[in-house]
C-alpha cells in the first residue's frame, strides 16, 4: 500500500478521517497522502458566472486548512485537491485516474443525509470503489498515544 487518499468535507467526520489517515501514513513509514475535498455542483453550475470553467474559489480550499495542520504536526506530507462536482463520482474517479491504494473517509458528512447508517456519499464510495475504502467515526484513534 502506497497510494492513501483522505476525503473531507469540513466534517467532524472528515477530521476524524484526516486524523485516521495521519495515524496510518506515520504507522507505516509512508511519504505522504492526497486530501480530496469536493465541491458540490449541480448539473450545468458549471461554467456559470459562480463557477467558470476552471473555478477557484478560496473558500472552498478553507477545508482544506484544518487536515493540512493535522498533517504538518504529525510531519506528514499532505497533497490537497479541490474537485467540482458530485462528491462520489469525483472520488471514485479521482481513485482511479490516479490508482489509489486506500480511501479513508468519514461515514455521515456535512449532507445531513443518513442512508442505512452511512452516508449517501461513504455508501457510494464503498459500493463502486476500485481499492478498500475505511469508514472513519469521529473519536476513533489508530493508537492511544494520537
Do not use: N
Not at 483522505?6 to 478521517?17: E, H, L, N, T
Amino acid at each position: 500500500m502506497t497510494k492513501i487518499m483522505v476525503a473531507v468535507d469540513g466534517s467532524d467526520y472528515g477530521i476524524a478521517a484526516v486524523r485516521t489517515a495521519v495515524q496510518l501514513v506515520q504507522a507505516c513509514g509512508l511519504e505522504g497522502l492526497t486530501c480530496v475535498h469536493v465541491v458540490s455542483l449541480k448539473p450545468g453550475q458549471i461554467g456559470t458566472h459562480d463557477y467558470p470553467e476552471r473555478p477557484d474559489i478560496p473558500e472552498q480550499w478553507s477545508v482544506c486548512q484544518e487536515p493540512l495542520g493535522i498533517a504538518r504536526a504529525a510531519g506528514v506530507k499532505m497533497r490537497c485537491e479541490v474537485l467540482y462536482g458530485h462528491p462520489a463520482e469525483q472520488i471514485l474517479h479521482y481513485a482511479r485516474q490516479q490508482k489509489v491504494d486506500l480511501i479513508i473517509m468519514g461515514g455521515l458528512g456535512v449532507s445531513g443525509i443518513k442512508e442505512f447508517f452511512l452516508g449517501s456519499v461513504a455508501s457510494r464510495v464503498v459500493a463502486d470503489a476500485p481499492c478498500s475504502v475505511w469508514i472513519v467515526r469521529p473519536g476513533f484513534r489508530l493508537s492511544k498515544e494520537a
